[in-house]
C-alpha cells in the first residue's frame, strides 16, 4: 500500500501555494488521503502532518483551524476554552492541544492558532461566531490560505464559507443567543453569545461544491494530489469576492435546494398575531 511521504507532502503544498511566512486555515479529512510515512501510531500520524504544515509556512507562517464545539449549542453543555474538546477532527483537536496554541473564546464556533500571528488571529473577545470580530474576519482581512485537507471541490470543510453567509446576510439563517456558561482562565465570562445559524426546517441543507468549483474552474483555488485524493486551497479575500458575486446571482447558491418556506411560519412572515403597536408611531391600536 502506498504511503504518502513527506517530501511528497511538501510537493502538494507548493502547489497549492503555500508559502512561508503565509496564513493557512486547515480543516481536514485525514482517513481519505490514506496512510503516510510515519510510525503507524495517531500521534505519528498527526505529527506528520503538523510537522509538515509548519514547515511549509515556516516559523514566520501562522496555522489556523476550527475547533468547534457543538456540545454547547445542542446540549447547554458549559463551554471551557482550555478543556472543550474540538469536535472537527483529530488534526483540529491536535493542533488545538499544541504548546504554545491559542484557541478562541466562542463556545461553538472557535478557531485555536500556532504561530506569531496566534494572539492577534484567537486572542480577545467576541460575541458572534462568525462577526466582525471574529477570527474568521481576521482570516478575511489577513486573506488566508483557505485550506480543506483530503477534501477536493467536492467536498467539504468550508466552515469558512458560513462566514461569508453572515457577511452578506442570508435569508435562510437567523441569529440564536446562547446564555450557558462560558469559562476562559478560570472566569465566567459574561455573554450573551450569539450565531448565525440557519433554519432546522424548510429542507434547508448546505452544499459548498458550486463555489468551489466555480473557483477552481476560474483560476481562483487550485487543488493537488494529496494520497489518494486531492485537496483543495484558495485565498480568503478571492472566496469572498466570488460568494457576494454567487449570491447576487442566486441567493439560494449554498443550499442543494431552495427551502420550502411556508405561509404563516418564520421566516416567511415575521411578526404574526393581531397588531396592537403602530411601529411606525409608537401609537397604540384599538
Known amino acids: 500500500m502506498k504511503r504518502l511521504t513527506r517530501d511528497e507532502f511538501a510537493a502538494a503544498l507548493r502547489a497549492l501555494r503555500i508559502e512561508r511566512g503565509d496564513i493557512v486555515h486547515v480543516q481536514s479529512d485525514l482517513m481519505r488521503i490514506g496512510p503516510v510515512d510515519a510510525p503507524a501510531t495517531r500521534e505519528g500520524m498527526l505529527e506528520f502532518y503538523l510537522r509538515g504544515l509548519l514547515d511549509a509556512i515556516g516559523p514566520e507562517g501562522t496555522l489556523t483551524t476550527c475547533t468547534a464545539f457543538e456540545d454547547y449549542g445542542r446540549y447547554g453543555t458549559p463551554y471551557v ?3 472543550s474538546p474540538s469536535r472537527l477532527g483529530v488534526l483540529s483537536e491536535y493542533i488545538r492541544t499544541r504548546p504554545g496554541a491559542v484557541r478562541s473564546v466562542h463556545p461553538i464556533m472557535s478557531l485555536a492558532a500556532i504561530g506569531p500571528l496566534a494572539e492577534a488571529i484567537c486572542g480577545g473577545s467576541h460575541y458572534e461566531g462568525f462577526g466582525f470580530a471574529s477570527p474568521w474576519g481576521e482570516l478575511h482581512r489577513r486573506d488566508a490560505h483557505i485550506l480543506t485537507l483530503g477534501m477536493d471541490a467536492n467536498g467539504g470543510g468550508t466552515t469558512f464559507f458560513h462566514y461569508v453567509e453572515r457577511l452578506y446576510g442570508v435569508p435562510y439563517q437567523y441569529t440564536k443567543i446562547y446564555t450557558h456558561p462560558v469559562y476562559a482562565g478560570d472566569q465566567r465570562l459574561e ?6 445559524v440557519r433554519y432546522l426546517d424548510f429542507g434547508i441543507e448546505n452544499t459548498p461544491v458550486r463555489v468551489k468549483s466555480r473557483m477552481l474552474e476560474r483560476g481562483e483555488a487550485v487543488e493537488a494530489q494529496t494520497g489518494y485524493v486531492r485537496s483543495w486551497c484558495a485565498r480568503a479575500q478571492a472566496v469572498v469576492a466570488r460568494m457576494m458575486q454567487m449570491f447576487d446571482e442566486d441567493r439560494w447558491m449554498m443550499l442543494e435546494r ?22 411606525d408611531k409608537g401609537a397604540k391600536v384599538a
Open 258 to 279: 431552495a427551502p420550502t418556506f411556508r405561509a404563516g411560519e418564520l421566516p416567511m412572515d415575521g411578526l404574526t398575531g393581531e397588531l396592537r403597536t403602530s411601529v
Open 191 to 196: 455573554g450573551p453569545f450569539t450565531l448565525s
Open 81 to 83: 476554552r482550555e478543556k
